[in-house]
């Protein structure tokens, strides 16, 4: 067990390029989330999968954000044409989906600055 | 949508220290976690606890559901203890987790 992990960990870009991150969750961890952080504040929720199957996403994003998840492992989220208010740190967190306990781990994070 | 407000927003503690952290929220929910934020920025998970209490060492918490709260205890306080310490719920029907706004600890040595 490796651990949620992403990449990359710094992306610095032009406003209007577009940019795609990857995460890479746990091992058989079918529940996989992205989450978006600024500064002092507490992550915010993008989208949620359930293996491979988009299942929520947040109404707060915007038709430039897109994820996927096309084989139940790893996940993609890409921003189009980005937006100087898009810089913040993008976390990815998965979980088993087990039973009794949903336990989320978190990945390092992603942190976008939109130039 | 659901509300999930946390208390006190700041606590600086001494060493060895105990404090008791809050969480309120405005309906019903069907996972309750809580979560260290370390100055280096990562999220550690705590606890997932819908309901009832739990304890790991110094740390420990409870969950009335139907009071709508949560409170995390923390007791000796340590330095490596400061940071951000989040509650996030999951309101009944969605899969959405929302996050509260967080207490900031530090403790000094």
């Known amino acids: 067990d490796t651990g949620v992990s992403q990449d990359p960990r710094h992306k610095i870009t032009k406003r209007g390029q577009n940019v795609t991150f990857r995460c890479d969750p746990i091992?058989?961890?079918?529940?996989l989330y992205w989450y978006r952080q600024t500064l002092g504040q507490g992550p915010e929720f993008l989208t949620y999968?359930?293996?491979?199957?988009?299942?929520?996403k947040s109404r707060l994003l915007s038709d430039r954000f897109s994820a996927e998840r096309p084989k139940g492992s790893f996940s993609t989220l890409e921003i189009q044409r980005t937006e100087q208010g898009d810089s913040a740190m993008y976390l990815c967190?998965?979980?088993?989906?087990?039973?009794?306990?949903?336990?989320?781990?978190f990945g390092p994070g992603t942190r976008l600055t939109v130039l | 949508g659901i509300q999930v407000e946390q208390s006190p927003p700041d606590l600086i503690l001494q060493e060895g220290a105990n404090s008791t952290l809050r969480c309120n929220f405005s309906?019903?929910?069907?996972?309750l976690q809580w979560f260290h934020q370390n100055p280096w920025g990562q999220l550690i998970n705590l606890f997932y606890?819908?309901?009832g209490t739990k304890q790991n060492g110094r740390l420990s918490a409870t969950t009335v559901a139907t009071e709508r709260y949560s409170l995390l205890y923390i007791s000796s306080s340590q330095t490596t203890d400061s940071g951000v310490y989040f509650c996030?719920?999951?309101?009944?029907?969605?899969?959405?987790?929302?996050f509260g706004t967080g207490t900031r600890l530090k403790v000094l040595a």
């Open positions: 996030a719920v999951v309101a009944s029907g969605t899969y959405k987790y929302i």
């Open positions: 309906d019903s929910v069907n996972n």
């Open positions: 967190a998965s979980s088993s989906g087990l039973g009794i306990s949903d336990t989320q781990y």
């Open positions: 606890i819908p309901s």
């Open positions: 999968f359930q293996n491979e199957a988009q299942l929520e």
């Open positions: 091992s058989e961890h079918n529940r």
